[in-house]
């Protein structure tokens, strides 16, 4: 007997995303014949095959079913053509008044094993639902064997419900083939694994990344080596019903849409004063730079590759943000134009048209200080992602200060993610589970 191929694509190992059902706001006519296989006769040779028979968990009627319990459907007699989840949420737990969702973030898809004869959900349950699992076998006959299951997931209750609280990009940027992904919770999240199992990341050209954390609230995504440019990306957050730390449920689903733009890469050697930058391996630009002065660790100009960040038409340079008093004689307050943040320790690329010294010396208190024109070129033709590679100085720049994340190896960032796994951007699904106790 062959397995159907009822998606119209090519599974990976164990056929993951066989089986998509859609998350209806209203449950759907299957749901009407609940709790007992339904055979229809399927051809002339009927007689002659035992009827397929399905089993459906979690249980029939079941209440309070954990978010993150696997719904699996299995087989006898016959391969398993079809599963539709449908979720229609009944509290309050994943609503914002007003908002209005999209019902394909929760889209249920599923693994089916080899012979066709089981079949496991690939993502969590939405708290506070009730679920409708609707699943059809056929046998050697063409029969067709129906089988429906209603139940109930526990509600995510309040102050343990586990929220986006912001992300870098955000939908519709383009950005840099240095961009990370970075995600912000709201709450400690203590089950890391399966939180990264349950964000997957796709990209047109495919590639090998891995999450790690800055701390137990914000995960971050980076690809092996630099985005390809020219490409779009995408990031499903398929949070709900994962169970982030004890009794802490996600409540929502997301889905960034983001575009890598053209490659740009700026590199300074801090004794040479100048910047040259490339795009598309092309020369674009020479820039005269006066670097720090290096008299201390502070105001040192950090070696490293750093990652473009925020930017400000116009912003005070103000010292006692970093930890330095005002009576301290490194102390110093300065408005200036055109600043490009490269670290959380206070680098930019600004302007600086008070320093006579650009081009000559580096005498900046650790940032790179450029002139007006040049400033303001910087500005307009970089994006947030692209790559300021420095070399030159004996401060190393930190993985975790800003987005410094390309200081670590690739060795040791798919090392120091909780999976410990790469996840490959081909849309195959991630590395392991996001279920709890199985």
């Known amino acids: 007997m062959e397995v159907p191929d009822v998606t119209g694509t090519t599974p990976r190992v164990a056929m993951r995303r066989f089986g998509i059902g859609l998350a209806a706001l209203v449950l759907t006519a299957t749901a009407c014949t609940s709790g007992e296989a339904e055979t229809q006769s399927g051809g002339s040779d009927s007689a002659e095959a035992e009827p397929a028979e399905l089993v459906i968990t979690p249980e029939d009627g079941a209440a309070e079913v954990a978010p993150d319990s696997p719904i699996r459907v299995a087989a006898e007699n016959g391969v398993i053509t079809d599963v539709r989840v449908d ?8 609503l914002t008044e ?11 898809s599923g693994t089916l094993n080899g012979d066709g004869t089981e079949w496991v959900s690939d993502w969590n349950l939405r708290p506070g639902s009730d679920v409708v699992v609707t699943a059809t076998a056929e046998n050697d ?22 929220e986006l609280a912001s992300n870098f990009p955000v939908t519709g940027d383009t950005v840099g083939v240095g961009m990370p992904i970075v995600i912000n919770f709201d709450l400690p999240v203590t089950n890391k694994a399966r939180v990264e199992n349950s964000m997957e990341v796709v990209s047109e050209q495919e590639v090998q990344g891995a999450w790690n954390w800055i701390n137990d609230q914000t995960a971050v995504f980076r690809p092996e080596t630099y985005w390809d440019p020219y490409q779009s990306v995408s990031v499903d957050l398929n949070l709900a019903g994962v169970e982030a730390s004890e009794g802490v449920y996600g409540v929502k689903n997301h889905r960034i849409d983001f575009e890598v ?7 300074m050697h801090v004794p040479d004063h100048e910047m040259v930058i490339t795009v598309d391996g092309e020369h674009e630009r020479t820039i005269e730079v006066s670097n720090g002065k290096a008299s201390r660790h502070f105001d040192t100009t950090t070696s490293g590759v750093h990652v473009l960040m925020e930017r400000y038409e116009q912003i005070t340079m ?3 943000t970093v930890g330095i008093p005002e009576d301290d004689p490194g102390a110093y307050n300065v408005d200036v134009q055109y600043a490009v943040r490269t ?3 206070g680098e930019f690329v600004h302007e600086a048209s008070y320093n006579g010294s650009i081009g000559s010396a ?7 200080n450029l002139r007006m024109d040049d400033a303001r070129w910087f500005f307009e033709n970089t994006l947030m992602g692209d790559i300021l590679d420095t070399t030159g100085t004996d401060r190393e720049f930190e993985w975790d200060n800003g987005w410094g994340f390309w200081q670590k190896s690739w060795d040791e960032w798919l090392a120091d993610s909780a999976t410990g796994e790469p996840q490959v951007t081909d849309g195959s699904g991630t590395p392991g589970s996001v279920h709890g106790e199985q």
């Not at 733009?261 to 590199?267: N, V």
């Open 261 to 267: 733009g053209r490659e740009l890469i700026a590199t």
């Open 98 to 108: 007003g908002e209005e969702e999209d019902p394909s973030l929760y889209e249920m």
């Open 141 to 162: 006959a063409g029969e067709q064997t129906e089988l429906v299951h209603e139940f109930t997931t526990l509600e995510a209750v309040p102050g343990r419900r586990l």
């Open 343 to 345: 670290s959380n320790s």
């Open 318 to 320: 103000d010292s006692t």
């Open 362 to 368: 580096n005498t900046s208190n650790g940032c790179t």
């Open 87 to 94: 979720q229609v949420v009944v509290t309050e737990a994943s």
